[in-house]
C-alpha cells in the first residue's frame, strides 16, 4: 500500500510536469502563430509599396524601363550640354565678328574725314554706325553742291573767255595796234582759270568715286554688323533651348492634332502653336481649353499625343518599347471605343513594342489576343491572377 502511495504521487507529480510542458508548448506555437501573422502583414505592406513605386505588372520589368528611362535621360542631358557649349562657340564667333566690324567702322573714319576736309566741310566725322549715315549723306549734298558750283564757274569762265576773245578781235580790228599790244591778259586769264576748274573738277569726281565706295563698305559692314547682332542675341543661353523645345512643341501638337482628329471622328484637333489647345472641327473652329473636353474626350486626346510621341521618336531614331494604358476606356461609347482601339493597335504595331491596357471594360477581350485576368482574394484580400499568367 505504501508504494502504491508513492506510485501515485510520483505519477501525479509526472502528470503535474507535463501539464506544464504542455501549457508552454501551446503559448509558444500562439507566439509562432501570431509571428507568422506579423510577418505576412510586413510582406503584404512590403509588396504594397513596390507596387506603388514601380506600378503594376512585373516589377522587375518595370523597374528596369525606369532604368532606361533614366539613361535616356542623362544621354538627353548629356546632348543639352554639347548643344550649349556649342551655342556658347557661336556667340564667342559672333561677339569677335561684331569686333571686327567695328573695327572696319572706325578705319573709314579718316577716309570720310580727308573727303570731308577737301570738300571744304565743317562736318564732323565719328565712329557711331548710324551718324555714319548722316555723315555720307551730307558730304555726298556738298560734293554735288560743290560740283555745280565748279560747273557754273567753267561755264562762267568759258563765256568770260568767249567774249574776251571777240573784244579782243574787235579792238585789234578797229584800233590799229601791233600784234604785239594785243590785249591777251583776259583770255590767258580765263583759260588758266577754266584749266583750275577742271582740275578742281576730276579731284571733285575722284573723292566722289572714293566716297560711293566708302558708302557701299560702310553699308556692308552695317549689314554684317546687324546679322552678327542677331546671332548673338538668337544664341543666348537663355533663348537657344527654348526656341529648340517650342520647335518640339510645335511638331508634336501638329502630328497630334491630325491622330485627334482621326480618333476623334473629325471633331477636334490640336492647334499647331504647340500650346495644345483643343479646334473644335464642329463650332467653326472654334479654339477652347483642353479641360472643357469630356473623360472619354480627354483619354482620346491623350491616346492621340501617346501615338504623336511615339512615331516622333520613332522618326528620330529613337525607341519607345513600352506604352501603359490604365482606363479611361470605360468613357466610351461604342463608336470612340473602336476609334480608340485601333489607335492602340496601330500604337503596337510601330516596331518591337509592347503595350499594356489596364481596363474592366468587358468589350475590349474580344480585340486584345494576350489577357491577363485578375481578382481580389475574397479572404486576403490580395489580388491574385486568374488566368494568362503564362
Do not use: C
Request: charged residues 25%; negative net charge.
Amino acid at each position: 500500500v505504501l508504494r502504491t502511495g508513492g506510485d501515485v504521487a510520483a505519477s501525479r507529480a509526472g502528470l503535474e510536469a507535463a501539464t506544464v510542458a504542455n501549457q508552454g508548448a501551446l503559448e509558444a506555437a500562439a507566439s509562432l502563430a501570431q509571428r507568422r501573422v506579423d510577418v505576412e502583414a510586413a510582406t503584404a505592406a512590403t509588396r504594397d509599396a513596390l507596387a506603388g513605386i514601380l506600378g503594376d505588372g512585373d516589377p522587375a520589368a518595370t523597374l528596369t524601363a525606369h532604368r532606361a528611362a533614366v539613361e535616356a535621360a542623362a544621354a538627353a542631358l548629356d546632348s543639352a550640354r554639347a548643344a550649349e557649349q556649342e551655342a556658347r562657340a557661336g556667340h564667342d564667333r559672333a561677339v569677335a565678328a561684331g569686333s571686327e566690324s567695328s573695327a572696319g567702322i572706325t578705319a573709314l573714319v579718316p577716309g570720310l574725314t580727308r573727303v570731308a576736309v577737301s570738300l571744304g566741310s565743317d562736318i564732323e566725322v565719328t565712329g557711331d554706325p548710324k551718324a555714319l549715315e548722316d555723315v555720307v549723306r551730307s558730304l555726298r549734298r556738298a560734293w554735288i553742291d560743290a560740283n555745280e558750283a565748279a560747273g557754273s564757274r567753267a561755264a562762267t569762265a568759258a563765256a568770260g573767255a568767249a567774249a574776251a576773245r571777240l573784244r579782243q578781235a574787235e579792238l585789234i580790228e578797229g584800233s590799229g595796234l601791233s600784234p604785239e599790244d594785243d590785249p591777251r591778259v583776259a583770255a590767258t586769264d580765263a583759260a588758266v582759270t577754266a584749266a583750275t576748274l577742271e582740275d578742281r573738277i576730276r579731284g571733285l569726281e575722284a573723292d566722289l568715286q572714293q566716297l560711293t565706295d566708302l558708302e557701299v563698305r560702310q553699308a556692308d559692314l552695317v549689314t554684317e554688323r546687324d546679322r552678327y547682332q542677331r546671332l548673338v542675341d538668337d544664341l543666348a543661353p537663355s533663348r537657344f533651348p527654348r526656341h529648340v523645345l517650342d520647335e518640339r512643341r510645335r511638331a508634336l501638337s501638329e502630328l497630334g492634332g491630325d491622330l485627334f482628329e482621326q480618333l476623334s471622328g473629325g471633331r477636334y484637333r490640336f492647334t499647331d502653336d504647340g500650346e495644345f489647345g483643343v479646334v473644335d472641327l464642329g463650332a467653326a473652329e472654334r479654339v477652347r481649353p483642353a479641360d472643357t473636353l469630356s473623360g472619354g474626350e480627354t483619354f482620346l486626346g491623350s491616346l492621340a499625343l501617346a501615338l504623336a510621341l511615339a512615331e516622333t521618336v520613332a522618326r528620330e531614331g529613337g525607341r519607345l518599347d513600352a506604352f501603359f494604358l490604365d482606363e479611361g476606356f470605360g468613357s466610351l461609347d461604342f463608336e470612340h471605343l473602336d476609334l480608340a482601339m485601333e489607335g492602340v493597335e496601330r500604337l503596337s504595331a510601330m516596331g518591337d513594342r509592347l503595350v499594356v491596357v489596364v481596363s474592366h471594360v468587358a468589350a475590349l477581350t474580344e480585340r486584345i489576343e494576350d489577357l491577363v485576368v485578375l481578382d481580389k482574394d475574397a479572404i486576403t484580400g490580395d489580388t491574385r491572377v486568374v488566368s494568362g499568367s503564362g
